[in-house]
């Protein structure tokens, strides 16, 4: 895993379930290319269902792109109401159903602040009490808070705001520690997790970087990379990186911020360990890793400008994930057209975290069922049409 708070405040046993990679198989059942939080989930719901022999490869390091640098955030009613969402909303709720269930298994840090989006204005209050009650009809809870309960709320925020958009029941994980749950579940079930494996070709056999793996059927989910990886067939969803930035400060009193705080460009939240951490930058760079001291700057002045007392901390560590955006800004999962070997899962852009539960429960039905009971109808690969290449 890259540096990130996430690997700062991992512990050491599931830092050395995510360090541990399996010797790639000569075979599988199913081969699942990327080991971010859609390959991870995915393996894990079909390991659910009775299939013995997954074999996960990554070509880097497991959760080592934007699975291992997101914020972690379940933030279910927020992202209901975000730009075409809507046909997400069934994903959303059988997601935050399939995380109360998960929690009963392992322990992955998760937390109940709610997530508080910023009035700034009284235009931005109106069309804030249209998301509230879209929120609520969508079957999440939403409610508007006056600036006396924001005030209660953030007793550390600043600035003038006409209220707040309060999701309560939204709430944050530790997306390593999810992982390593999962890796965990994979391989007691006999499965394999394989880092520093690249899929050269989706075969079969799947040609790798460690060797050909034979395998009834293969499911890729490799993030912004997935047309790279499925080219070959002819079929190129539109979805490409858009870059985040994130950066964490040292570790404060518990309380120091209550919810997750979002503005128009930024948000900031607190850790279990204290560590406060914040930014969500919206990158055009295509794949580019080069550190951007503009924008760790921008992200420094909007704390200063939210959280004042917060302003002479420095920065521990800062990051960068690519998000895998989509074109009609909703997932692919799937069968890929043309193929009934090949399947996909990929385009969360800002929900693959949340949606990893639902969408690795609902490629697992489709791959061993023929049929899911989550409805993903609009995330069908086929709206995308194999090229004529
Ligand atoms: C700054 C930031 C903040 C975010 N915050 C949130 C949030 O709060 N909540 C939320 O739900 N989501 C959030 N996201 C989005 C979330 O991280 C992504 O949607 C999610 O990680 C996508 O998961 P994935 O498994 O599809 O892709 P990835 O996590 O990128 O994993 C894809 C994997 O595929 C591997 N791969 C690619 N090509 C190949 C190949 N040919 N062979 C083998 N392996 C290959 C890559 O190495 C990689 O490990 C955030 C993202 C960023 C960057």
Redesign the pocket.
């Known amino acids: 895993m890259r540096d990130s708070i996430w690997r700062r405040t991992l512990g050491e046993a599931d830092l050395a379930v995510l360090e541990t990679s399996d010797e790639a198989p000569a075979s599988a059942d199913i081969v699942v290319?990327?080991?971010?939080?859609?390959?991870l989930a995915t393996a894990y719901y079909l390991v659910e269902a009775g299939v013995e022999n997954v074999c996960v490869?990554?070509?880097?390091d497991l959760?080592?792109?934007?699975?291992g640098?997101?914020?972690?955030?379940?933030?279910f009613a927020h992202q209901s109401v975000a730009e075409g969402a809507a046909s997400a909303v069934p994903l959303l709720a059988e997601s935050a159903v399939l995380y109360d269930e998960l929690e009963d298994r392992f322990a992955f840090d998760r937390t109940y602040g709610g997530l508080l989006e910023l009035i700034e204005d009284q235009a931005a209050h109106s069309i804030a009490v249209g998301r509230a009650a879209a929120a609520r009809n969508a079957g999440f809870e939403a409610e508007i808070l006056n600036t006396t309960e924001m005030r209660d709320l953030e007793p550390g925020l600043n600035g003038d705001f006409a209220g707040g958009l309060l999701y309560p029941d939204d709430g944050q994980v530790h997306p390593a520690k999810l992982a390593a749950g999962w890796i965990r579940r994979i391989r007691e079930a006999g499965g394999k997790v394989c880092a520093a494996?690249?899929?050269l070709r989706l075969g079969p056999p799947v040609v790798t970087s460690a060797g050909n793996i034979e395998a009834q059927c293969v499911v890729v989910?490799?993030?912004?990379?997935t047309p790279?990886?499925t080219q070959a067939l002819g079929w190129t969803p539109p979805i490409r990186p858009v870059?985040?930035?994130?950066l964490a400060l040292p570790e404060m009193p518990s309380g120091t911020i209550r919810s997750a705080v979002i503005g128009p460009k930024y948000y900031w939240w607190q850790l279990p360990s204290g560590a406060i951490v914040g930014?969500?930058s919206e990158e055009l760079v295509a794949f580019d890793r080069s550190p951007n001291e503009a924008i760790v700057a921008e992200i420094r002045a909007d704390l200063a400008a939210r959280f004042p007392t917060l302003a002479a901390q420095p920065t521990v560590c800062s990051w960068?994930?690519?998000?895998?955006h989509c074109g009609d800004l909703l997932p692919v999962i799937g069968g890929v057209p043309g193929r009934d070997d090949v399947f996909v899962?990929?385009g969360?852009?800002?929900?693959?975290?949340?949606?990893?539960p639902g969408s690795g429960l609902a490629l697992a039905q489709l791959i061993v069922d023929g049929e899911t009971e989550i409805d993903i109808e609009a995330m069908s690969p086929e709206r995308f049409a194999l090229s004529s290449a």
């Open positions: 290319v990327g080991a971010g939080p859609i390959g490869i990554d070509r880097g959760l080592g792109e934007a699975g640098a997101n914020a972690g955030g379940l933030w494996t690249e899929a989910a490799c993030g912004a990379w790279l990886t870059r985040g930035t994130l930014g969500g960068t994930g690519f998000r895998p899962s990929a969360h852009f800002r929900m693959g975290v949340m949606t990893a």
